[in-house]
């Protein structure tokens, strides 16, 4: 069975504030003032059990609270790649939920900056690039994801800094069209789209995002395969799809992992690739996750290849660039 750590990968869906493991928010937390109802981080970790998304999302979003200073951001990004460079990351694209920190007073600035010295250092000293994606809140109101684009773009060192615009948050009984102006905004300013849908919602909520927001990605999509011609699309057009197998039994999408369709996903042609979303919270790093889904799906070493091969073909990166991982990652496979 081929070593996952050696194999080149990317993470293409990987939420910051999801990756605060349990002992940073409670350093954070006691750092900053910041009261949680957890004693330590043991008792914060026992708390991840979780029924659906919105039980998980409710902690995800009391988490992030302790995040405050330019320091905070800084120490949370390089914890993440850190863990990502051990597990042979080379870039790694950042969910980061831009509302839930303008929303709690903390600026632009403040965020982006801590932010954009780790990702400088990450290059430097680990040898992961990465790059952010500007990550909406679909169940919160229009004119707050307004609010937080405009404060935004109004920093014209921080949008290069973004690739893509994109939007999680609770799925079922929150359609995504309404925000299709922003993602025209997005559009215009040289950032690729993408949008969780198909994760808790069935093949109709992946249907309305394809609709509302034409986006270059999908994020999870794992429930579009209950849908012959919607899968047949997606294949056709060459979508992306980042599943993230731990999160989906985590949340209890599939009740076990040989229950997971990413194998026959993969099989059917889908462009899928392996992330992990919130490792902590979930159980597992991009690593951990192509381990449960090479165990427990029988992956071959060509199938894991493959999904490897697609994190990079599928990254919001210049073609160019694309160009360079690919080569660079076919030399590291023929040399095994
Ligand atoms: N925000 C963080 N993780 C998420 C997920 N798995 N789905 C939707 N929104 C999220
Ligand atoms: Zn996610």
């Known amino acids: 069975m081929i070593a996952i750590a050696s194999l080149p990968k990317a993470e293409l869906h990987l939420h910051l504030e999801g ?22 981080a043991d008792a914060l970790r026992a708390a991840y059990e979780f029924d659906d998304l919105q039980t998980f999302l409710d902690l995800f979003y009391a988490g992030l609270t302790v995040m405050v200073t330019e320091q905070d951001f800084y120490e949370v990004t ?39 010295r780790a990702f400088e250092d990450g290059a430097a000293e680990l040898g992961v690039g990465a790059s952010m994606i500007f990550g909406l809140q679909r169940q919160r109101p229009l004119e707050e994801a307004e609010a937080a684009f405009e404060d935004f773009v109004k920093h014209p060192r921080w949008v290069a800094l973004v690739s893509a615009i994109g939007m999680g948050g609770s799925e079922v009984g929150y359609p995504t069209a309404k925000f299709r102006p922003l993602y025209d905004r997005a559009r215009a300013l040289g950032w690729k789209t993408t949008v969780h849908a198909g994760e808790e919602g069935g093949p109709e909520a992946v249907r309305e995002a394809l609709d509302g927001l034409a986006p270059d990605r999908l994020d999870h999509g794992v429930r579009a395969f209950e849908d012959a011609e919607l899968t047949q699309e997606l294949i056709d057009s060459g979508m992306t ?33 392996v992330n992990s979303d919130d490792p902590p919270y979930f159980g597992g790093y991009i690593g951990a996750n192509f381990v449960a889904a090479q165990r427990g799906l029988g992956l071959s070493d060509d199938e894991i290849i493959q999904l490897a091969r697609n994190s990079f073909s599928g990254a919001f990166l210049p073609e160019d660039q694309i160009g360079r991982y690919l080569a660079a990652f076919d030399r590291a496979i023929a040399g095994r």
């Open 19 to 40: 990756s605060l493991e349990p002992e940073t928010i409670m350093r954070l937390s006691e750092r900053n003032g910041i009261a949680l109802p957890f004693a330590d």
């Open 78 to 116: 390089r914890e993440y790649l850190e863990k990502a460079a051990d597990d042979g990351v080379c870039h790694a694209e950042f969910h980061v939920s831009v509302q839930g920190h303008l929303g709690r007073g903390v600026s632009v600035d403040t965020m982006m900056s801590g932010i954009s």
């Open 241 to 273: 799809l980042t599943v993230c197998p731990l999160s989906n039994l985590r949340l209890k999408v599939f009740d076990s992992i040989e229950a997971h369709p990413l194998a026959k996903m993969l099989r059917a042609g889908l462009k899928v690739t």
